[in-house]
């Protein structure tokens, strides 16, 4: 059963402590994304990963980090500078654009609340 | 990256055709349209997704007029379980590189008994 698993659907943390989201996909996808939710918004892209070793910032990239040391998993660190990390964080997957059809698939996201 | 607008929420009844549109005025010659539903704390899913005149699946269709600075994603006889958030996005799918996509605010879809 192919997909993308997120863990664990919900997080607690004290502020100051940084904390490490999963994210694991077996649908042999190449591109992997983190975005960040709030509540009432649109989606917006932390981090993405093209290829094993090597990822890029997004648009809110200040406050976290990333791994791809597999294919198969993009963890993501949301460390103690990020100024508001409480959110739902939704990871993704995707073949390389240039498809005819190019789709995102997601996981079930991890609510995370600092306090 | 072209910016798109669509409405904020619409309303409709159980049974009835829904049309959403989104406006996409510098879309560039690259880019396709796809549109993702998101249902509360669950991650977006794929629905539909065109260059330009029309395509059609078995949940939606998507229509793209000639100057493709529109779209409307067409939802036919939607039921209760159709309220959802809808995203319409634009973006070059030829270049290869993963980084083209970004997502709106969208449009809350209410379906009504």
């Known amino acids: 059963d192919g997909g993308i698993t997120q863990s664990p659907k919900y997080l607690f943390r004290k502020e100051g402590q940084n904390v490490t989201l999963s994210c694991e996909q077996n649908?042999?996808?190449?591109?992997m994304y983190w975005y960040r939710q709030d509540p009432g918004q649109g989606l917006r892209l932390i981090y993405y990963s093209q290829i094993v070793n090597d990822f890029q910032k997004g648009d809110i990239a200040e406050g976290y980090s990333v791994s791809r040391e597999k294919k198969e998993s993009f963890p993501l660190t949301v460390t103690s500078a990020q100024k508001n990390p409480t959110a739902f964080y939704l990871c993704?997957?995707?073949?390389?654009?240039?498809?005819?059809?190019?789709?995102?698939?997601f996981g079930p996201g991890t609510r995370l609340t600092v306090t | 990256l072209a910016k798109t607008t669509q409405p904020i929420s619409m309303d409709s009844y159980e049974g009835q055709e829904v049309n959403i549109t989104c406006s996409h005025n510098n879309i560039a010659t690259n880019d396709y349209i796809t549109w993702y539903q998101q249902f509360p704390s669950q991650g977006p899913r794929f629905i539909i997704q065109?260059?330009?005149t029309k395509v059609t699946n078995e949940v939606a269709s998507l229509f793209i007029p000639a100057d493709r600075k529109s779209s409307t994603l067409s939802l036919p006889r939607v039921s209760l379980s159709d309220t959802a958030v809808y995203y319409c996005?634009?973006?070059?799918?030829?270049?290869?590189?993963?980084?083209?996509?970004?997502f709106g605010s969208g449009t809350q879809l209410t379906v009504l008994p």
């Open positions: 993704a997957s995707s073949p390389l654009p240039g498809t005819e059809t190019y789709e995102q698939y």
């Open positions: 996005l634009v973006g070059d799918l030829s270049s290869g590189s993963a980084r083209q996509l970004t």
């Open positions: 065109g260059y330009k």
């Open positions: 649908l042999n996808h190449d591109a």
